[in-house]
């Protein structure tokens, strides 16, 4: 899919001009030629950046983060003055894309690159950006988001934690919560409240700190699924710089929500999803489960559904490539694929039956199977809360994108 600048083209564009196969063409080569035996072998692809992945995993990611790092596309879509590539939205696209199809890894995913790196380089003053983009791009710091609290998750405005303004420092004291990978991260950025007095969007500030400062306690989150990266992350009089605080003081929340040229269409989640039903539909003829008549017409519905979710992201990404800000859109596509997920779980239970069910199915069953099983599948259940509730995105829906009234 892509898009040539001053070309007149459809509201969705769907096929690669020459530019953007190219690059196609070569991303697929860098990956026949690159990528570690584990991954060409099948292996199973898991979270690197939540540290529940298997030793095996998590040394072929190793290799293939330096490999990428050495073609320069940890951050595909950063300036190059900044370290990155300089590679457009629709590269960037291609590049997600393929790294799906092709069941490796997509590097440059993390807190780190997609986020932290991106703000500095649009609100951090020179000595910040020299300071933090190479370590980022290296890997030799690992970033964690520390916005929500106990009492502030989708009303995010609402925080309580505080920063309190001494001399040179910031002292802080307060609590985060669900903040993913914070027992790995050795830095945080984190949105606190500097005005208690002003408008909630107005007096807070957004601060990075380092995570082995005194005073900082990270406690893991048991879940369900069987994983644990989530964090509770408490503070107790942690002193941080004034110096470390990114952008103007009491207006932090609009560095936290500033939009940035990154891709956001949830390609590489899509071509997933496209690729479980159909390993899913495989597995049901294999085992006499589609001998059902109702499974057959779910499995049907799943697949279109994935087309579906393929079509959104698609719709995204060629808004992005003309200068335009995906707003509704997004949320669209994430309210689908997050709610898709949670019915894949769903049809593979159905499909496969009370093994779907073990913490751990049998380990003949295909991957991609198995990501829709088990504790896996239980892990779904997050999907419509991680990254905005479903509630929220269909509040974004009916107001920016119906222009219906709030109430």
Not at 49 to 74: C, M, N, Q, T, V
Not at 77 to 88: C, I, N, Q, T, V
Not at 266 to 282: C, F, Y
């Amino acid at each position: 899919m892509a898009l040539e600048p001053n070309e007149t083209e459809p509201l969705v564009q769907f096929t690669d001009t020459p530019t953007m196969a190219a690059f196609r063409s070569e991303v697929r080569a860098f990956i026949d030629q690159e990528q570690p035996d584990y991954f060409a072998a099948g292996g199973e692809i898991e979270d690197p950046y939540f540290g529940d992945g298997s030793p095996p995993f998590r040394e072929a990611f190793g290799e293939w983060r330096k490999r990428i790092a050495k073609h320069g596309w940890i951050a595909p879509a950063w300036p190059k003055e900044y370290g990155g590539s300089g590679l457009g939205v629709l590269e960037q696209f291609v590049l997600n894309e393929e790294c799906a199809r092709n069941r490796v890894p997509r590097v440059g995913s993390d807190s780190g690159v997609m986020m932290a790196g991106p703000t500095i380089i649009a609100h951090g003053t020179e000595a910040q950006q020299r300071e933090h983009l190479s370590t980022i791009l290296t890997g030799e710091t690992i970033w964690c988001q520390g916005f929500s609290e106990p009492g502030s998750g989708s009303d995010l405005a609402s925080l309580q934690t505080r920063a309190v303004r001494d001399g040179d420092d910031y002292v802080i004291n307060g609590q985060k919560i669900w903040t993913s990978g914070a027992h790995l991260a050795n830095w945080m950025f984190a949105l606190v409240r500097t005005d208690p007095d002003a408008p909630k969007h107005r007096g807070i500030s957004y601060l990075v700190l380092p995570m082995d400062s005194p005073g900082i306690t990270v406690r893991q989150i048991d879940q369900m699924s069987g994983g644990a990266g989530f964090n509770e992350v408490f503070f107790e009089d942690v002193r941080v710089p004034v110096g470390n605080r990114i952008g103007e003081e009491n207006r932090g929340w609009y560095v936290g929500v500033t939009t940035l040229d990154f891709e956001r269409s949830g390609i590489g989640s899509a071509v997933e999803l496209n690729q479980s039903v159909e390993a899913l539909t495989r597995f049901a003829h294999e085992t006499g489960a589609t001998q059902r008549e109702a499974v057959r017409y779910e499995l049907v519905e799943r697949q279109i559904e994935a087309n579906v979710l393929t079509l959104l992201g698609y719709n995204v990404v060629t808004m992005q490539a003309r200068g335009l800000i995906p707003n509704h859109e997004a949320s669209a596509s994430k309210l689908f694929g997050s709610e898709l997920s949670q019915r894949l779980e769903t049809t593979t239970t159905r499909v496969a039956g009370f093994q779907s069910m073990l913490a751990s199915p049998p380990a003949d069953w295909p991957h991609a199977v198995r990501r829709y099983a088990g504790n896996k599948g239980l892990g779904t259940v997050a999907s419509t809360i991680a990254g905005g509730t479903s509630e929220i995105q269909r509040g974004i829906i009916a107001t920016r994108g119906l222009g219906l009234p709030r109430y």
